[in-house]
């Protein structure tokens, strides 16, 4: 339809018996209530009594507004200043007012380019809302395969009492378990005095410290940077090298750090250190599997029970613990079935005092491989092989043993 905007009612009444169909208003506020109620107006015709400043106002608003409204200026005589006043204020056209075959051409060039805009701006619309689909779909694909992407286990060696085999532990299980195949990450998390490097004679340049430069964002770039080869399928994240940094990397950063190596290895093993600090529980939280270590005398008995005692106090479930009993020798006084009596625990696994552990440790090669054939390193590597196939059997299920949705709600009330 076409819309005429004439204060004179007889120059309006020629322009509607030429334009079939138009609706004429004789001022601009009766114009845009018009307007508003007819999203559909393809044309304006501005009749020669309409002064200057107010079609330029109105063709302004609708280039704005209305682009595809076809705003035709009608003047009495067209020269050079109302060519002006036209391209300045988006005027469609400016046509003579007595020529009416012109003003009719003028309006049928304003519907077929409205029709165009229309077309364009649905087609626009239209690919927006395909490329929105594509998007919510690419995203849940994206979510999917997230969700159906293996999550890898993760196992934290834990004790609060200092030099039982923790690191030993640690260290010799992550070695079997990769050289069994599998894709395996070691993380020390013992900030003070983490040993993992030295014990498996690496010199990394980039420590967990080196999270704080990321500013919380842990990506694969991330991940990369801090991470140290040791063999084909083992990387290890080391600790500091020095006790002196200004940065250090936060609780958050750990925790992050944690759930993205778990989306990139099969087995994620971590070594603490001998307190419950932020560090150990935020891997305690994550937990699959927890291994305490213990030796055969009364400190480490004392110290364990403790441990024993705080983790039922966090509620985290016996069924997630694992037990390695180290030094297991009967000449220290106190025997096996003593020591698994009072902590409640039967050890998964024992190992026995040895000159081969030492010189392993010295030589910075894991027992399994310096001394593979030692009864120590078959007790490992059978533990190893143990939470191997517990990572793989527990796959099928949603909530793993020890882990909850977090700490904070496993305290009990």
């Known amino acids: 339809m076409t819309t005429i905007l004439e204060p004179d009612a007889s120059q309006a009444s020629v322009l509607q018996a030429m334009l079939h169909g138009s609706s004429a208003f004789g001022d601009m506020e009766a114009l845009r209530s018009h307007l508003r109620d007819t999203p559909n107006e393809f044309a304006v015709v501005i009749g020669p009594s309409v002064a200057a400043e107010f079609a330029a106002e109105f063709a302004q608003w609708a280039r704005v507004q209305r682009p595809d409204l076809g705003v035709i200026l009608l003047r009495e005589t067209v020269d050079s200043s109302a060519l002006a006043l036209a391209l300045r204020s988006g005027m469609r056209e400016v046509v003579q007012a007595r020529d009416l075959a012109g003003v009719t051409t003028a309006v049928q060039r304003a519907r077929s380019v409205a029709s165009a805009i229309g077309q364009t701006l649905m087609d626009e619309a239209q690919a927006a809302a395909d490329a929105a689909k594509a998007q919510v779909a ?236 030692h009864q120590n390193s078959k007790t490992l590597a059978r533990f190893a092989a143990t939470l191997a196939q517990s990572s793989s059997t527990s796959d099928t299920s949603s909530d793993h043993g020890g882990r909850k949705a977090g700490r904070l709600r496993r305290r009990k009330g």
Not at 202 to 218: K, Q
Not at 272 to 297: C, K, N, P, Q, Y
Not at 346 to 361: C, I, K, Q
């Open 138 to 373: 690419a995203e849940a694909a994206a979510a999917q395969a997230a969700a159906d992407a293996p999550v890898g286990q993760l196992h934290t060696v834990f004790s609060t009492k200092g030099g039982v085999g923790k690191s030993l532990v640690a260290t010799n299980v992550a070695v079997a378990m990769a050289d069994a195949g599998h894709r395996v990450c070691l993380v020390d998390l013992d900030v003070n005095s983490g040993d993992v490097a030295i014990m498996l004679q690496l010199n990394p340049t980039r420590t967990i410290n080196d999270l704080v430069g990321f500013s919380g964002v842990i990506d694969d770039g991330a991940i990369d940077s801090v991470l140290t080869k040791y063999s084909d399928n083992l990387s290890i994240v080391a600790a500091p090298i020095r006790l002196d940094s200004l940065e250090q990397a936060t609780a958050e950063d750990v925790g992050r750090l944690l759930d993205a190596l778990k989306l990139r290895f099969e087995a994620v093993v971590v070594d603490t250190s001998g307190v419950f600090d932020d560090h150990a529980l935020t891997a305690l939280d994550r937990s699959d599997t927890i291994v305490l270590v213990g030796t055969l005398d009364i400190p480490a008995l004392k110290g364990l029970k403790l441990a024993i005692n705080t983790l039922e106090l966090l509620n985290f479930t016996k069924e997630s613990w694992k037990f390695v009993l180290n030094r297991a020798d009967g000449r220290v006084g106190l025997s096996v079935d003593e020591y698994e009596s009072t902590l409640g625990l039967e050890a998964n696994a024992t190992l026995v005092s040895a000159n081969e552990v030492l010189n392993a440790v010295n030589r910075g090669e894991p027992l399994v491989r310096a001394f593979a054939s």
